[in-house]
């Protein structure tokens, strides 16, 4: 089989050295993955991605992405896994993460990329963070369909309750499902 190898996606906005409740709940995740997994952990918000335009109806297709987008699109294409480590932010998810699906629509339109038949042989698991489970759902749910429309396999979502850093460290269902969340999700 494949060796597995996870693009971690950081999407928190919380300042440079200061990790956020979703990050320490991936990392306490990431901690129970076979020595043999290969681990890439990126912040986006750190990255200098353009503005997405439309231009699917226009030019209807992209040049290829230069600069942290092309970085960016060459570790995706690199994963077997991709794991958002999303927070909530307004029922949503927040706007570095956003972007970077946007540019998923660019991708799909670079010549030569196959972008979106490249995708359908990885698969999508979420680790996010909010102050409430239930109104969680919709930001699920919307990660789990963007996965979904580039054909990739859904391989769920771990949640815990945060709020001030440090918070999630309370959450005893969290922290344990962390065990297993991504041990038992291989490709
Ligand atoms: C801009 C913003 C919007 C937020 N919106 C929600 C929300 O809609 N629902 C919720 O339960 N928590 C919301 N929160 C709280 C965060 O989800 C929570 O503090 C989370 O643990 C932050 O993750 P982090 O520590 O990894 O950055 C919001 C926080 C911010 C900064």
Known sequence: ???????FLVASTREPGHVGNTEWLARRAAERLPADAAQTWTHLAGLTLPPFVDQRHTVGTYDAPVGDAAALL??????TELVFVSPVYWYSIPSPLKVYLDHWSAWMR??????????ATKSLALITTSGD??????MIDSVRLCGEFLGMRWTGALWG??????AVEQ????TAGAESFLWERGP
């Open 1 to 7: 089989m494949e060796p597995r190898r996870l693009l």
């Open 74 to 79: 060459a570790a995706t294409l690199a994963c």
């Open 110 to 119: 670079v010549p030569g990329v196959d972008f979106k038949a490249k995708m």
């Open 133 to 138: 489970r239930e109104k969680a759902q919709p």
């Open 161 to 166: 309750r945060g709020g001030a850093p440090g």
């Open 171 to 174: 959450d005893a269902e969290a």
